[in-house]
């Protein structure tokens, strides 16, 4: 069984980078990923050991003909080859780490008490962009609990300025005198 589907990313991304079509490969990644998060059954035929490749081949290009790039599609085929069909989700996810770095994009992670406005998630973009020197992918997730504030998470960095921490700190120096 193949554990890591990183070859198959990076053959992919290899064959994107000499036509040009980074971008719109990884578009189409994410539209498939999308089906297949949506139809589990569907994963778990091309996953069964007893339907034979050639059904599945023919599933795929039924399916996806009209929606998908060729190159795009025939990957498909190669991964049902393989017995790997069922294995999208890893490939989307190590494609987009290619395309990221490729990119140079750091994806950042921000916690945020209450949702953002456009115009702060807008600042906050600019300010991570400068301070970071890269673009930046931002992943907003709304978190009560922090009660106010944000929490900033970029790799090894963690910038965070929420009431919840500053409350905790407070309390442990009061608790250490």
């Keep these: ?13 290899d064959i994107a980078k000499e036509d040009g079509k980074e971008k719109a490969y990884l578009e189409d990644l994410k539209e498939l990923k999308m089906v297949w998060d949506e139809n589990p ?5 091309l996953a069964h050991p007893k339907i034979d490749r050639n059904t599945k081949r023919q599933w795929i290009e039924a399916i996806f003909k009209k929606e998908s790039d060729p190159t795009v599609l025939n990957f498909l085929k190669v991964l049902v080859d393989h017995s790997l069909g069922y294995r999208l989700d890893d490939v989307y996810r190590d494609y987009l780490s290619l395309y990221r770095k490729d990119q140079g994009i750091e ?25 970071l020197k890269k673009k930046i992918e931002l992943n907003i997730t709304v978190d009560p609990s922090l009660i106010a504030g944000i929490r900033v ?22 608790n250490e005198k």
């Design 1 to 13: 069984m193949v554990n890591s589907m990183q070859p198959y990313a990076s053959a992919l991304f």
């Design 41 to 45: 059954d569907f994963v778990s035929a």
């Design 107 to 131: 994806e950042v992670s921000v916690e945020s008490a209450q949702p953002l406005s456009d115009s702060q998630i807008e600042s906050l973009m600019q300010l991570l962009e400068k301070k």
């Design 153 to 174: 998470k970029a790799k090894d960095r963690v910038i965070d300025n929420t009431i919840d921490t500053r409350l905790s700190s407070l309390k442990e120096r009061i």
